[in-house]
T-cell receptor, first 117, second 114 residues
Framework: AQTVTQSQPEMSVQEAETVTLSCTYD???????LFWYKQPPSRQMILVIRQEAYKQQNATENRFSVNFQKAAKSFSLKISDSQLGDAAMYFC??????????????FGKGTKLSVKP | EAQVTQNPRYLITVTGKKLTVTCSQN?????MSWYRQDPGLGLRQIYY???????DKGDVPEGYKVSRKEKRNFPLILESPSPNQTSLYFC?????????????FGNGTRLTVT
C-alpha cells in the first residue's frame, strides 16, 4: 500500500529565513505525482507545488521549491524568505498515475509551520 | 469562477439525526472525493467517484453514504451520525484524463455531533 510520511509534526522559522519540510513516501509504482498543499487557518486547501515522478528536475514556484529524490522516495519542500503568511499546516500528498488516469490522493499527516516575526 | 462548493460550512447536530453535506463543482470534473480531517491524522478518504453512478469506498467509509446521480454533485450522507464523526470534511474534484490534474478542494464543512 502507498503511504506518505511527514516526520515533523511542527516546525518553526524566523521571518525571512529558509525552512525545509520533510516528506517520504512508499510506493512500488514508477509513475506518480507528488504535491504539497498548504492549509492556512482559514482551512482552505491550497496547492503549493507539484512534481511529476518522471521529471528529474525539481519543481519551483517562486519562493517554494522541492528536493525530489526518487530513489530515496523523498520529497521535501523548501520555503525561502519565509513570510508571516506562510504560517499554515502543510500536507504532502501522493497520487498514482495509471494509463493517463490518476489514482486517489494520499496525504501525510501534516506539518504545522509557525513563522516568527 | 471555477470552484467546488460545499454546504454548510458549519453544522451542529445530535446523534442519530440524518444529515447531508452537499458538494457541487462547475468544472465538469469526472473525479470527486470526500475526505475527513482530524488532528494528527491528516486527511483520510471516505468515498470517491470516478464518474456518474460510479462510487467506491476510501479508507474510512463506515457510517457514510454517497451518491453520484449527476456529474456536478456528490453529496455525503450520514444516516445516523455519531460523535466519532465529528470532524472537518472536504469535498474535492479533478479531471481524470488530464495528465497531472490537481485536486480542487471545497472550503470544508465543520461537523459537530453531540
Amino acid at each position: 500500500a502507498q503511504t506518505v510520511t511527514q516526520s515533523q509534526p511542527e516546525m518553526s522559522v524566523q521571518e525571512a529565513e529558509t525552512v525545509t519540510l520533510s516528506c517520504t513516501y512508499d510506493t512500488s509504482e514508477s509513475d506518480y505525482y507528488l504535491f504539497w498543499y498548504k492549509q492556512p487557518p482559514s482551512r482552505q486547501m491550497i496547492l503549493v507545488i507539484r512534481q511529476e515522478a518522471y521529471k528529474q528536475q525539481n519543481a519551483t514556484e517562486n519562493r517554494f521549491s522541492v528536493n525530489f529524490q526518487k530513489a530515496a522516495k523523498s520529497f521535501s519542500l523548501k520555503i525561502s524568505d519565509s513570510q508571516l503568511g506562510d504560517a499554515a499546516m502543510y500536507f504532502c500528498a501522493y497520487r498514482w498515475n495509471y494509463g493517463g488516469s490518476q489514482g486517489n490522493l494520499i496525504f501525510g499527516k501534516g506539518t504545522k509551520l509557525s513563522v516568527k516575526p | 469562477e471555477a470552484q467546488v462548493t460545499q454546504n454548510p460550512r458549519y453544522l451542529i447536530t445530535v446523534t442519530g439525526k440524518k444529515l447531508t453535506v452537499t458538494c457541487s463543482q462547475n468544472m465538469n470534473h469526472e473525479y470527486m472525493s470526500w475526505y475527513r480531517q482530524d488532528p494528527g491524522l491528516g486527511l483520510r478518504q471516505i468515498y470517491y467517484s470516478m464518474n456518474v453512478e460510479v462510487t467506491d469506498k476510501g479508507d474510512v467509509p463506515e457510517g457514510y453514504k454517497v451518491s453520484r446521480k449527476e456529474k456536478r454533485n456528490f453529496p455525503l450522507i450520514l444516516e445516523s451520525p455519531s460523535p466519532n464523526q465529528t470532524s472537518l470534511y472536504f469535498c474535492a474534484s479533478s479531471l481524470i484524463g488530464s495528465y497531472n490534474s490537481p485536486l480542487h478542494f471545497g472550503n470544508g464543512t465543520r461537523l459537530t455531533v453531540t
